[in-house]
C-alpha cells in the first residue's frame, strides 16, 4: 500500500496547483503498512495528563519514519472535538520526552489556557538521511532528485506531511480510545520547515481549521528570490544549500517548475481559506525584510500577521501568548480581529483595525543598505488611539528605513495578542538588478 501513498500526495497537490483556481484535494491519504503506534510512558505535568507515544508514520526512500508524539490533555476541557498539533524537529537520536522537557512544559501550559488537547510531534523530517543530511542540506538534495527524474516521491515536504497526517490520526485515535473524545478539528503550528509543512498539511487534511506557521516567509518563491537578490546583490548564506543545485534557477523551468508548484503554499492560497497567523522575525536571516508583501495580500480568508521585533530565524517562547490566543479564538470560532494599510503617494501610512488594542506602537528601523538583517528596532507608542492611525514615515537622507505597526490586545488568560502590518521600506525601489539567467535547462 505504501508504494501508492506519496505518488497519490503528489497528484493531489500537482493537480491542485496546476490550476489557475485550487481544486479540491483528496481528503483522505491511504495508511501504509508500517503506521503504528505505542504508547511508552505517562506522566502528570501542570494540570495535564501527558502521554508519550512512539510513532512509525510511514516508510520513506526504504527507511521507517519514527517519532516521539507526547499527548498533552488538561483536566478540563472546554472543547470535545478539537486540539492543537505543533509540528517539531529533532533528529532520530533525540531522546524520549519527559516532564523537564521545554517543549513540553511550554505546550502543557497553552493546552491548560487553551483548555484542548496538544500534541507535540517531534522528528519532522525524520534526519539525518541519505548519508547523514540534516535540514536545508537534506531538503535541497531531495528536491535534485526530484528534478533530476529520479522519482515523483523525493520531495521531503511530502513525507513531513504526512507524518503530520499521521500523527493528527494517532492523536485523535489515542484520545478516543482513552476519553471517548472525537476529535475532528485541528488547530497546526510548526518553525521553519515545520512551518512549510504546516501550510501543506492545511491544503492536504480537512481537518485543519487554523494554522499559525512560524519563520517561513518564502511564499511565491520565485518572486522571493528575485527580491531577495534585488535586495543584497546576492542571495541568502542561509539558503546555501539550495544554491548548491541552483535551485533559484532551476525552479523557473521544466522540473524544477513542477517541484515549485508543488511545494509552495502559493500555489494552494485559493484553498487556505482557513484563518491564519503567519509569525515572523523582523531579523530573519533567511528572507528580505518585507517578504510578506509579495504573498500577504493574496492569501485568501481571514489572516494576520505577527513581526517579533529584533527577532530572528528561533523566536522563542515570546510568541506563545500571541500563539495560544489565535489558536482558542479559532477553535472556538470567535472572530478575529482584522487590520487594514496603505501607504499614500506622499508616504503617510494609514491603519485602520477591528477591536479595541490596549498598545499600538510604531517600530522603526534603519539600514545604510536594504538588508535589515542586522538593523535595530525601536518603537514609539502612539498615544489616544481608538480604531486607526495614521503616520508620515521619513524616507532618510541615506540608507533605508523601515516600518511596520503593532497592535497588542488582551489575550486568552492573562496573555496578550500582538499583529502587526507589513513592513514597509523606504525609500522604495531596490539597489540591484535581477539576477541573470545562467545554468542548464534542467
Not at 500526495?9 to 485550487?22: E, G, N, V
Not at 487553551?114 to 500534541?119: F, G, K, L, S
Request: aromatic share 10%; net charge neutral.
Amino acid at each position: 500500500m505504501h508504494k501508492q501513498l506519496l505518488p497519490l500526495l503528489l497528484a493531489s497537490l500537482l493537480a491542485l496547483s496546476s490550476t489557475a483556481k485550487a481544486q479540491q484535494l483528496t481528503d483522505v491519504l491511504p495508511v501504509d503498512d508500517s503506521y503504528a503506534y505505542e504508547i511508552k510512558d505517562e506522566f502528570r505535568i501542570g494540570v495535564c495528563k501527558a502521554q508519550v507515544v512512539r510513532l512509525t508514520s510511514q516508510t520513506w526512500q526504504g527507511k521507517p519514519w519514527q517519532h516521539w508524539l507526547t499527548i498533552l490533555k488538561p483536566d478540563n476541557t472546554s472543547l470535545e472535538d478539537a486540539a492543537i498539533l505543533f509540528i517539531s524537529g529533532g533528529s532520530s537520536q533525540s531522546g524520549q520526552p519527559d516532564a523537564g522537557n521545554g517543549e513540553v512544559k511550554q505546550f502543557a501550559l497553552i493546552a491548560a489556557i487553551c483548555q484542548v488537547p496538544v500534541a507535540i510531534l517531534n522528528q519532522v523530517p525524520n534526519q539525518p538521511l541519505q548519508g547523514k543530511k540534516y535540514e536545508d542540506d537534506l531538503i535541497a538534495y531531495t528536491f535534485d532528485k526530484y528534478m533530476n527524474g529520479l522519482g515523483e516521491d523525493w520531495p521531503l515536504l511530502l513525507p513531513m506531511v504526512e507524518s503530520a497526517v499521521r500523527a493528527m490520526d494517532t492523536t485523535a485515535a489515542i484520545l478516543k480510545e482513552q476519553s471517548g473524545t472525537n476529535i475532528t478539528r485541528f488547530s497546526v503550528a510548526g518553525a521553519s520547515k515545520r512551518g512549510w509543512t504546516t501550510w501543506l498539511t492545511s491544503a492536504v487534511d480537512p481537518r485543519v481549521v487554523s494554522i499559525a506557521p512560524m519563520v517561513i516567509d518564502v511564499l511565491n518563491m520565485p518572486v522571493q528570490m528575485r527580491q531577495q537578490f534585488q535586495s543584497y546583490g546576492r542571495y541568502s548564506h542561509m539558503i546555501t544549500p539550495y544554491l548548491k543545485y541552483n535551485f533559484p534557477e532551476r525552479m523557473l523551468k521544466g522540473e524544477g517548475k513542477k517541484l515549485t508548484e508543488l511545494v509552495d503554499p502559493f500555489s494552494y492560497r485559493e484553498k487556505i481559506q482557513i484563518p491564519k497567523l503567519i509569525v515572523l522575525g523582523t531579523n530573519d536571516p533567511y528572507w528580505t525584510v518585507d517578504a510578506s508583501s509579495i504573498y500577504f495580500p493574496d492569501l485568501v480568508g481571514p489572516k494576520n500577521l505577527y513581526y517579533l521585533p529584533n527577532g530572528g530565524h528561533g523566536l522563542g517562547i515570546q510568541v506563545l501568548p500571541t500563539m495560544a490566543t489565535f489558536f482558542k479564538k479559532t477553535l472556538n470560532n470567535h472572530t478575529l480581529e482584522k487590520m487594514k494599510w496603505e501607504l499614500d503617494s506622499k508616504n503617510y501610512f494609514h491603519v485602520k483595525w477591528t477591536g479595541k488594542p490596549r498598545n499600538v506602537h510604531l517600530w522603526k528601523a534603519h539600514s545604510a543598505t536594504r538588508d535589515f538583517r542586522e538593523a535595530k528596532w525601536e518603537s514609539t507608542r502612539l498615544e489616544d488611539i481608538t480604531n486607526s492611525t495614521k503616520n508620515l514615515l521619513e524616507v532618510p537622507s541615506s540608507g533605508y528605513n523601515a516600518f511596520f505597526i503593532d497592535l497588542e490586545f488582551p489575550g486568552a488568560g492573562t496573555f496578550f495578542y500582538n499583529i502587526a502590518t507589513e513592513i514597509q521600506v523606504l525609500p522604495k525601489g531596490f539597489e540591484y538588478d535581477p539576477p541573470e539567467p545562467q545554468g542548464s535547462d534542467n
